[in-house]
């Protein structure tokens, strides 16, 4: 069995990939759910993920049973558990450093820079696993309105409403507290997407954004960079390189690019399809043995 | 392979009747895989009935009380010793295929259980899988024309109890249908237990199967009783699937 525990049900990121994930874990064969302190599921976008209690289902893992997480919090807690810990490092925050050296916990990463960090603060290779676009973000034809634009102000605001003045025809739209279909939904129909939160571990909705077939503005980022190519897939930079850029968006010369801009970066994102993550995710059941194949134990067995 | 058929019913003999004969021919179907045994449970019908009508099944409970459907499934279910249990609703008249499907699915370990896919008369779908939006369990593609809706068999957090295969394995690890439903919902709860626990669930889709639908008389009368004991323990505990709105994942 393998326990993937989150930290609550809150819109956060980390907490749509862990569900992702245990999704993934049960499509490549293995027995997983999400734990949570209170047993409550996460509403706001879709997953089968089973969903249990945490001291519950801690308390009935057997010895080699396996316990994944990704908040540097938890690690104290569970690695008093005694069970096998596997580390899915979703950024790079020097709080996790000490997990990273540990040589009894397996690390996962997500993508490359994270890989990258493992390497040069622990010296070991960490096993990469991807990340993946919820396939309801993946463009499927939608008329675009080429003026609205999406940004999400919890980090960056004032980013996003000035990139957004600087072409004073766009419609800024800022989004928060909706559930991720009603985000995909939205990012299929808008033409211009505004990533504001500098110095992001991972932004995976500028990602998402690229697969619904908006143009991406991004500030720089710390993670991502692999799929964010000034000028190619996007455009990131400081304010001054993307006030230029968005100046010249509804400029007719300037279109061939922006059409070419569009297709590559939904190009792009079609390899972070869950489909495209699953061949990691069986190779990484594989490692974790049988185990990770075994259900968990009733309170009736473990007496 | 022992494959124990448990049918709760009340009234309707007629319909138990058929319903018999659609059992016994996909057992039959079945070549050999499976030894079929089918017991029915005469949930206090009025008229209780007799053997000698009913010579396609092997066991006769009867309950001169009535009783809930959990508690007929749990007496069925000890009956005999069986390694697969397979649930089935009086009112539902199997594909001569369709067991021969379920044990298809059930070549994986991991997957504990398997519901069948069902239609209405008209040729709608009844049943092909139960998925969850915020508020709880619906049945997907519920009145689709069948035609239209694709047979590729899928993971899936609940399938309905009017004809459903569980390992008995692990129907015992759960302890069964909990009891504490009057009637309805206590096969979303045995499914959503058995997935907390690793196992995987399934529907089984290459063929089509008659289900009339809540048939016996007096069953909705327990329904919002079932539905609070399902709020209570799980509002909030499943993971959402699906989107009612139509913005499919």
């Not at chain 1, 991807?130 to 675009?144: L, M």
């Not at chain 2, 993971?155 to 008995?168: F, K």
Request: glycine share 8%.
């Amino acid at each position: 069995m393998i326990l993937y525990c989150v930290p609550s049900t809150g819109i956060h990121g980390g907490i749509k990939v862990a569900y992702q994930f245990v999704d993934l874990l049960g499509r490549a064969g293995a027995c997983a759910a999400v734990a949570t302190p209170d047993g409550r599921a996460s509403g706001w976008f879709r997953s089968l993920a089973p969903v249990v209690r945490r001291d519950a289902a801690l308390a009935r893992l057997a010895d080699d049973d396996i316990v994944m997480f990704s908040l540097p919090h938890d690690y104290d807690e569970l690695r008093a558990s005694g069970r096998r810990l596997v580390f899915h490092c979703q950024g790079t925050d020097p709080l996790i450093d000490p997990i990273l050296r540990d040589p009894d916990v397996l690390v996962l990463t997500c993508w490359e820079e994270a890989a990258t960090y493992v390497r040069a603060v622990a010296g070991r290779e960490p096993v990469e696993v991807g990340i993946a676009v919820a396939d309801a973000f993946h463009y499927r034809g939608e008329e675009k309105d080429a003026l609205a634009t999406l940004a999400m102000p919890r980090r960056g605001r004032e980013i996003a409403r000035g990139l957004a003045a600087s072409e004073p025809r766009l419609a800024l739209v800022e989004v928060d507290g909706l559930d991720e279909c009603e985000v995909a939904a939205l990012m299929r129909r808008a033409g211009v997407y505004l990533a504001t939160a500098e110095d992001e571990w991972f932004g995976l909705p500028a990602l998402e954004a690229m697969a619904a077939g908006c143009l991406v503005f991004s500030v720089p980022v710390r993670g991502g960079m692999e799929y964010l190519v000034d000028g190619v897939t996007c455009h990131v930079g400081s304010i001054g390189h993307l006030e230029q850029q968005i100046a010249r968006l509804l400029d007719p010369a300037w279109a061939d690019h922006w059409r070419a801009m569009r297709h590559a970066a939904m190009a792009r994102a079609l390899g972070y399809r869950l489909d495209a993550q699953l061949p990691r995710v069986r190779a990484l059941v594989e490692r974790l043995g049988p185990p990770a194949r075994r259900p968990l134990r009733t309170p009736a067995a473990t007496r | 392979m022992r494959l124990l058929v448990a049918i709760p019913s009340r009234g309707l003999d007629g319909l138990l009747a058929i319903c018999l004969d659609h059992a016994r021919r996909a057992l039959d179907s079945l070549d050999g895989r499976a030894e079929g045994r089918i017991v029915v449970v005469d949930n206090a019908s009025e008229v209780p009935y007799v053997a000698a009508d009913h010579p396609l099944a092997d066991h006769l409970l009867r309950f001169d009380a009535h009783r809930s459907f959990s508690e007929a499934c749990n007496a069925a279910a000890a009956t005999v010793p069986s390694d697969l249990l397979l649930f089935l609703n009086n009112d539902v008249l199997l594909h001569e295929r369709a067991l021969g499907g379920m044990l298809d699915v059930l070549a994986d370990p991991l997957v504990a259980i398997v519901g069948a896919r069902l239609i209405f008369p008209e040729g709608t779908i009844q049943h092909c899988g139960v998925v969850f939006d915020e508020r709880g369990p619906y049945h997907d593609r519920w009145g689709e024309r069948t035609r239209i809706v694709p047979r590729i068999a899928r993971d899936l957090q609940c399938v309905t109890g009017a004809a459903m295969l569980v390992r008995t394995t692990v129907w015992s690890e759960l302890g069964g249908f909990d009891e504490a439903y009057p009637y309805g919902f206590e096969d979303v709860d045995l499914c959503l237990r058995s997935r907390q626990l690793g196992y995987r669930i399934t529907c089984a889709q290459d063929v089509d199967s008659i289900h009339f639908q809540s048939t016996t008389p007096g069953r909705h009368a327990f329904e919002h009783a079932s539905l609070a004991v399902f709020q209570e323990r799980w509002a909030g505990r499943f993971a959402v699937d699906s989107d009612p709105r139509g913005i499919r994942a």
